[in-house]
């Protein structure tokens, strides 16, 4: 079976903080895909990223950076130097093993205050 | 480029009644799949569409339906509605079945009570 465990429900961060948000997953597949999306409070699901099982580097864009370890089955996400905006929910997903639907955790709502 | 587009944005409905939700693709977009997000939960597929046809199910009853049509809309039916329904419906399109390059819509919010 396949699942996304993200633990934690809720974070609260002063800006400037630096936050992780953790992402476990469960694939028996060798090949997979793991995402992340920000569902800011209108509701649409923004990308941020896609990942494939092969591509094991760790990627930064900005302040945000993702931490890929198949060892822990992790993918967790940090935001650096966070800010007001970019408060919302954050949305870990794995495309299942037939390539055509999106897995999601549960999600974790971060709150940045100023 | 138009991205995702859904309507209506809010919908409020009676137990028993049937809703139609609508949903266009991105430009180029060709393939469309069905969320339903209950609130406080992570979206769950329901189904995706691709040449017209249901390619592949989530697990939701017979209640759900769906179409698309030869321009790539869908809507998405849902009869005998229960207030467990009540969710933000979200739609996705990608090309070719592959949701590796999904892009999702605003989503329509339906309250049944």
């Known amino acids: 079976a396949q699942k996304v465990t993200q633990a934690q429900t809720e974070i609260s961060v002063v800006e400037k903080e630096d936050v992780t948000l953790d992402c476990v997953y469960e694939?028996?597949?060798?090949?997979?895909?793991l995402f992340w999306y920000k569902q800011p409070p209108s509701g649409e699901l923004v990308f941020l990223i896609r990942r494939n099982s092969f591509d094991e580097q760790n990627e930064i864009s900005g302040r945000y950076s993702w931490n890929f370890q198949k060892s822990t089955s992790s993918f967790n996400f940090t935001i650096t130097a966070s800010q007001v905006v970019d408060s919302a929910v954050y949305f870990c997903a794995l495309l299942n093993q037939a390539g055509t639907a999106l897995i999601f955790g549960k999600g974790t709502t971060l709150s940045v205050s100023s | 480029d138009a991205g995702v587009t859904q309507s209506p944005t809010h919908l409020i409905k009676t137990r028993g009644q049937q809703v139609t939700l609508r949903c266009s693709p991105k430009s180029g977009h060709d393939t469309v799949s069905w969320y339903q997000q209950a609130l406080g939960q992570g979206p769950q597929f329901i189904f995706q569409?691709?040449?017209?046809?249901?390619?592949q199910r989530g697990n939701f009853p017979d209640r759900f339906s769906g179409h698309q049509f030869p321009n790539y809309s869908s809507e998405l039916n849902v009869n005998a509605l229960l207030l467990g329904d009540s969710a933000l419906y979200l739609c996705?399109?990608?090309?070719?079945?592959?949701?590796?390059?999904?892009?999702f819509g605003q989503g329509t919010r339906l309250t049944v009570v």
């Open positions: 694939t028996r597949d060798t090949t997979y895909y």
């Open positions: 996705a399109s990608s090309w070719r079945l592959q949701d590796t390059e999904a892009f």
């Open positions: 569409y691709y040449e017209e046809e249901e390619r």
